[in-house]
């Protein structure tokens, strides 16, 4: 038996296999009368609480970026049935996995405060200086 390559979210965060548990449940997705027979829905859970693979900072910032998509016990849960195989499902699930944990884990940069330019100042000041100039000749002498 080999061993299962980690799932890379990030060059410095990679989640081990047995962070992520996957199961498989009949599917309500494309198919036919397969469906009824087969169970191709992938539903993946990771624990983003008791996780190994993530440092304390990371795990605090998962748990407050995605807060509302956990169970009580601080699982992140991930159904996929778009396809009509076990192996294309979970692949999907893995994939939109990667994409929710690398948004939550991005930390925007901070906005620096600026000032207008003396330039945007003036155009501005003159732009208001004609409106109210048109306007102006609209009224009766």
Known sequence: ????????????????????????????????????????KAVLRINLRTSPSFKESQRQRLLDKLGNRLTNEGELVLHASR???????????????????????????????????????ERRLTSKKQRGDTKKMRRKP
């Open 83 to 121: 396809h009509r195989t076990k192996e294309r499902n979970r692949a999907d699930a893995m994939e939109r996995l990667v994409a929710i944990l690398r948004g939550a884990l991005t930390v925007p940069k901070k906005r620096r405060k600026t000032k207008p330019t003396r330039g945007s100042k």
């Open 1 to 40: 038996m080999s061993a299962e390559p980690g799932l890379e979210v990030l060059p410095s965060l990679t989640l081990a296999p047995s962070d992520l548990i996957v199961t498989y449940a009949r599917s309500g997705g494309p198919g036919g009368q397969n469906v009824n027979k087969v169970e191709t």
